[in-house]
């Protein structure tokens, strides 16, 4: 029995030890899909800051649906920097006082290091001859979306056809919402994140079409294979942010901010650049840009700033609670 | 008596007999034998070197740590709390006492996602400890200590569980004897109550022991999921699925599987002891009473 105490002591302080031990640790909590992309980018801003400063960093991931991890930052998860896919996320966090009030204006473009489109995923030879977003509102159509309340992938696409349905001819507020209440009615199911839509739809086999990150879509490639399925540009697609911003209070007790900013403002390099035209998002670099070219094909694309005024806006007037989603779900 | 249920048993139509026993065992089969097979099957389907280079993964060598670490952590706490709740509910009258064993119930009654936010709400920055022990500096919530709270809070009925029936089947006829025989307290325990209840015991931190191995729902809310620092297992799957690394994924669950299969061989060991020292016990006591 005190054998068995003993071993519980060490063990208990070897964790203890070994936390206080560690180099400098970075926590970057980020969305769902992001894995890959900072599953490369650690190891090459590790490699930077070492050879820059010759200290050793750790770097340490937490991945969940992008509202989720907001939410444990706000209840005390110690995370750094938290790179994101939707602005409102920050914003939020920037509201309970845990990132600074102008944090978009802390680093370029809007603090957005790469960007990415909404793009159709359909099956095979298109067999239903989906071009644009009227065609996925045809009566007999099954969408797959994440749930758009919460999901940063659902409420792009909700907010793409809302865009889409405004800039047709005699567009409306009152038009674009009758159309997105016919969009929506025909999304058999909600998914429940990203990644879960993408299985769905590919594992799965439910729904006609896959509405998501064009990013996402060549992941699906490298996954399920180029040629089980086809990617379709609608004529009019939001181009989605990647916002990234520090965690003020985090940094500050730990003593970090250093090492923070360099780690977000890496992003901006050539080479983090690189990491993401290779993770198929698309790099602000206009010459890394031209560079992929083949992945990315110019599409016309609006901002949420330019039609919704501000992701804050866009949120407070379609998924709050008593929003648009509200009055379109439960009128259906 | 017993000879007479069994003849009536065995007197069922053939046709009925071999019916619901190919019910009973498709159904294990299907929903049992089958998915167990797959998941090794997924686990080994690139081969054995691919499987064991996925279980060499640094991240997922950490998970299946972090995973025993906090089985090993609860374990005193649960030992303590079972057999203490036990004892007082078996060998005592007290006001209350229905309530207690009301409450000991409540972790099986409410969801585990719902124990974890509890956990959130009172240790959270924002929760109503959350500023106290930030200006401590004490990490629970996103941390491990948050996780073994979580995992004790789903798994400490389970000994109490076990026990209680069985204390209360012996009664404490025993106990007065030692007593009376001059025993104190702690010789009466440790020579008396513990050798009774050991078999009875050790079911009880298997079945406990295999819960918290298992818990996902009240730890992923707690976990922050950090890769490598509070990932459990069940959790590292979970990710390891989502990322489309099913070699991966199958071979962390392949491991918890094994994990489940080797409780599962001694939990059977140990009902085994437990019902051959009943048996021994029951054909010695005519003569021990004698002498």
Do not use: C
Request: aromatic share 12%; no cysteine.
């Amino acid at each position: 029995m005190t054998q068995f105490r003993k071993s519980i002591a060490t063990l208990l302080l070897g964790l203890v030890a070994g936390a206080a031990l560690a180099d400098t640790t970075l926590l970057n909590a980020s969305y769902d899909v992001a894995r890959d992309v900072y599953k490369d980018y650690n190891p090459m801003f590790q490699k930077h800051w070492k050879a820059k400063t010759g200290e050793s960093l750790e770097l340490k991931q937490s991945h969940g649906g992008s509202t989720k991890q907001v939410r444990a930052v706000a209840d005390g998860l110690e995370a750094d920097v938290v790179t994101m896919n939707q602005a409102n996320d920050i914003e939020f966090l920037a509201d309970k006082g845990l990132v600074a009030k102008d944090w978009a204006k802390k680093f370029p473009n809007n603090a957005s290091p790469y960007t990415s489109t909404m793009v159709f995923i359909v099956r095979k030879g298109n067999p239903k001859g989906f071009k644009d977003w009227n065609d996925l509102a045809a009566p007999g159509v099954q969408i797959i979306i994440p749930h758009p309340k919460n999901t940063g992938n659902g409420r792009n696409t909700y907010l793409s056809a809302w865009a889409w349905a405004l800039k047709q001819p005699g567009g409306s507020d009152k038009s674009a919402q009758e159309f997105v209440g016919k969009l929506l009615k025909n999304a058999p199911l909600f998914a429940a994140g990203g990644r879960d839509a993408t299985t769905t739809f590919m594992q799965r086999g439910l729904g006609d079409v896959l509405i998501t990150f064009e990013s996402e879509a060549e992941m699906i490639a490298k996954e399920f294979g180029k040629g089980n399925f086809e990617v379709i540009h609608p004529s009019l697609t939001m181009q989605t942010e990647f916002p990234v911003a520090i965690i003020e209070k985090v940094v500050d007790k730990k003593g970090t901010r250093k090492q923070a900013t360099a780690y977000l403002e890496y992003l901006w390099s050539k080479e983090g650049q690189e990491n993401a035209a290779q993770n198929y998002l698309r790099p602000r670099d206009p010459e890394l840009l031209k560079k992929y070219a083949h992945f990315f094909p110019p599409v016309k694309t609006f901002t949420v700033d330019e039609v919704f005024g501000g992701a804050n806006k866009a949120f407070a007037t379609h998924f709050k609670d008593g929003g648009s989603f509200d009055q379109i779900y439960v009128a259906k | 008596m017993s000879t007479h249920k069994l003849t009536r048993a065995t007197q069922e139509p053939a046709w009925v007999r071999y019916g619901l026993l190919t019910i009973g065992l498709g159904f294990l089969f299907f929903f049992l034998g089958l998915p167990l097979v797959a998941v090794f099957v997924e686990a080994l389907a690139q081969g054995l070197p691919v499987y064991l280079e996925a279980l060499k993964e640094p991240e997922t060598r950490s998970a299946i740590w972090l995973t025993i670490v906090i089985a090993l952590a609860v374990l005193p706490f649960n030992i303590l709390f079972g057999v203490a709740a036990a004892w007082a509910i078996a060998k005592f009258d007290f006001r209350g006492k229905s309530l207690l064993i009301t409450l000991i119930d409540l972790p099986f009654a409410v969801s585990p996602v719902v124990a974890g936010l509890i956990f959130i709400l009172l240790f959270g920055s924002q929760g109503y400890f959350g500023e106290w022990l930030a200006a401590k500096e004490i990490k629970i919530i996103f941390a491990v200590p948050g996780m073994i709270l979580a995992t004790l809070f789903i798994t400490f009925p389970f000994i109490a569980r076990e026990l209680i029936p069985l204390m209360q089947s012996q009664g404490k006829d025993e106990e007065e004897a030692a007593i009376s025989l001059g025993a104190s307290g702690w010789q009466m325990f440790w020579r008396v109550t513990l050798p009774n209840i050991k078999w009875g015991l050790l079911y009880g931190v298997i079945l406990s022991n295999a819960r918290a191995m298992g818990e996902f729902g009240a730890v992923s809310v707690v976990s922050g999921h950090i890769r490598g620092e509070t990932n459990t297992l069940p959790l590292h799957v979970e990710i390891l699925y989502n990322e489309y690394n099913a070699i991966g994924a199958f071979a962390a669950a392949s491991v918890l599987a094994l994990l489940a299969l080797v409780t599962l061989v001694a939990k059977t060991i140990v009902e085994w002891r437990m019902k051959a020292e009943t048996d021994m016990l029951n054909a010695e006591l005519p003569g021990e009473k004698t002498a």
